[in-house]
């Protein structure tokens, strides 16, 4: 009966060991799933130290070590060419390699620190018009729309209206001045206070557009000599 007893808590504090020994390499070590059989290894190491088999259990614990060294190796090679990113004036640009997903965050302006898949359709229609002034941003910013709302373009057409509106067709320089309330010969620092001023009233939640606010900022566009 002894020597089944003795046997019986043998395996029970084995078993207590490769509990220990597995929480230990999650929570020290960030190794979600550790490799079993380097597991057993450092457990049957530690179990030969306890019993002073220290020439044997040497061995066996750098065994253990190798494979779970490997295994983290592993995991942190592919982690690390999993996203891939690209930064613009605007945006930084994210790219998962294993899901396809494409995310991004914006760097500059009022949306700063804001990620691109927190933003309703809407808000990211009027981050649309924001940065259309560079064209790098802007082939980024519609690449993740076409991803993430494929019919966002149907959707910002119906809020420029018709073809035949007037806020679809290129403005004049006198039409321009006229937006922004400024005479001609004003200068580029009364451009830019009248853009700012105005883009704010137009907002969509003081009861704008994204189509009127796109049409302000080509106003600007075009009087800083940006525009066409």
């Given amino acids: 009966m002894q020597p089944l ?18 929480s230990v390499l999650r929570s020290n070590f960030a190794i979600r799933a550790p490799n079993p059989m380097g597991v057993v290894l450092i457990a049957a190491g530690l179990w030969l130290f306890f019993f002073r088999a220290i020439t044997l259990a040497i061995p066996v614990l750098i065994f253990g070590a190798v ?3 490997r295994q983290s190796g592993g ?6 060419t999993q996203t891939s990113k690209v930064r613009s004036a605007y945006l930084e640009m ?3 390699h294993e899901t396809g997903a494409i995310d991004g965050q914006i760097l500059t302006g009022n949306r700063q620190g804001q990620v691109l898949s927190d933003l309703a359709l809407d808000d990211l229609l009027l ?12 082939k980024l910013f519609e690449t993740f729309l076409d991803s993430a709302h494929p019919d966002w373009r149907d959707q910002e057409s119906a809020a420029r209206g018709d073809e035949t509106s007037p806020l679809s067709r290129r403005m004049s320089r006198e039409e321009a001045h006229e937006l922004l309330g400024l005479e001609a010969g004003c200068s580029d620092e009364d451009i830019r206070r009248a853009y700012h001023r105005l ?5 969509p939640d003081s009861g704008g557009t994204a189509a009127l606010m796109a049409r302000i900022t080509e106003a600007r566009d075009m009087l800083l000599g940006d525009g066409p």
């Avoid at 007893?5 to 597995?22: E, K, M």
């Avoid at 995991?75 to 690390?80: E, L, P, T």
């Fill in 5 to 22: 007893l003795i046997f019986i808590a043998g395996v029970v504090g084995f078993a207590i060991t490769l509990w220990g020994v597995r």
């Fill in 67 to 69: 494979l779970l060294s």
């Fill in 75 to 80: 995991v942190a090679s592919r982690h690390a």
């Fill in 94 to 96: 994210m790219l998962d």
């Fill in 127 to 138: 981050f649309h018009a924001e940065v259309r002034t560079d064209e790098e941003s802007l």
């Fill in 199 to 203: 883009i704010k009233r137009v907002h």
